[in-house]
């Protein structure tokens, strides 16, 4: 497993695109627009974690979830699983592949994705 993004949920994307590219230093990698369903901004630093800003009408802004991407998701959510974690999403097709998220005990979601 390796830290491939952190996810924020914006009040403002173009604000926030400026903060993270002009104070930050972050560059634009992608941008996907969803219509009615809100915004997603991929943002690239050094090394290859990526910070996702997201622009929607249902979740509250500030930190989502931090995601990992794994192997094979179903995988290992049944080994996650067998040792305890909490399950909140079970693996989910998503445009780029399978999605699941785990909740560790301080309430944080970790989303598990499988790239295809």
Do not use: C, W
């Amino acid at each position: 497993m390796r830290i491939k993004y952190a996810t924020i949920i914006v009040n403002e994307m173009d604000e926030s695109i400026k903060f993270y590219t002009e104070v930050m230093g972050f560059k634009i990698d992608s941008q996907y627009d969803l219509g009615s369903k809100g915004m997603i901004t991929l943002l690239k630093g050094e090394g290859e974690t990526m910070l996702e800003l997201i622009k929607n009408p249902v979740d509250e802004p500030g930190l989502f979830s931090i995601g990992i991407e794994v192997e094979d998701v179903e995988a290992t959510i049944k080994e996650l699983k067998s040792k305890g974690a909490k399950i909140i999403m079970e693996p989910t097709p998503i445009t780029v592949g399978l999605l699941a998220f785990i909740e560790d005990p301080n309430g944080v979601r970790i989303a598990l994705i499988q790239h295809q």
